[in-house]
Each structure stands twice: as C-alpha cells, then as structure tokens.
C-alpha cells in the first residue's frame, strides 16, 4: 500500500513561489505517473500537472508557464515548483500516484497540503 506525504505548502504573497513536494512510500511497483491535484473551497477537486515515466507532463491551462512538475524516481518523489502564484492558486493541493497492475489502475492520494496566496 502506497502512502503519500505532501510538504512545502504555506502562504505567500502574489507573484511569490513555492515547492512543493511528495514522497512515496510503500512501493512495490514501480509508479506509472506522478502528479498534483488541488481543491479550492465550494469547488471540485482539480488536475493542476502530471507526469508520466516517459517524462510526458500535462498541465492544466491556468498553470501553465508557471508550475513546473518534476520527479526523482529514484527517491519516488515528486516535485511542483510553483512560480508567479496568484490569488486564484489558493487550494489545498493533493498528490497523486497511479500505478497500472495487469492494465488495471490503482490510485493513491496524500492528505494534502494548504497553499495560501495572499496580499
């Protein structure tokens, strides 16, 4: 059973930055992608970026050119730099871990972690 531990969350001002980063632990199988979610307050849980083991990202459109997500597979830790962070970038941000077994999907969420951006 994987578990996720999120860190680097906190408050900062607009146009500020933050890393965030998740550790996996518990792997037996290696895992298929990596990436972050968020959730703001009244509003549906979202995909912020992933990234697969062919290194193949998607990030959703209000992100992009501003997050950055990497992995260290070797330490089954990924990362979300997150630069020029605004307002609307306030959420609790959740990572997530997928591994395909016998073409099936098993997910894997952390606890979360709270991203304040404020003047």
């Known amino acids: 059973q994987i578990q996720l531990v999120e860190s680097g969350g906190g408050l900062v001002r607009p146009g500020g930055s933050l890393r965030l980063s998740c550790t996996a632990s518990g792997v037996s199988y290696s895992i298929d992608i990596m990436g972050w979610y968020r959730q703001a307050p009244g509003n549906k849980r979202e995909l912020v970026a992933s990234?697969?083991?062919?290194?193949?990202?998607n990030y959703a459109a209000s992100v992009k050119g501003r997050f950055s997500i990497t992995r260290d597979s070797t330490q089954n830790t990924a990362y979300l730099q997150m630069d020029k962070l605004k307002a609307e970038d306030t959420a609790v941000y959740y990572c997530?871990?997928?591994?395909?077994?016998?073409?099936?999907?098993?997910?894997?969420w952390g606890r979360g972690t709270q991203v304040t951006v404020l003047s």
């Open positions: 997530h871990a997928r591994q395909y077994r016998r073409g099936a999907p098993f997910d894997y």
């Open positions: 990234l697969t083991n062919a290194d193949f990202t």
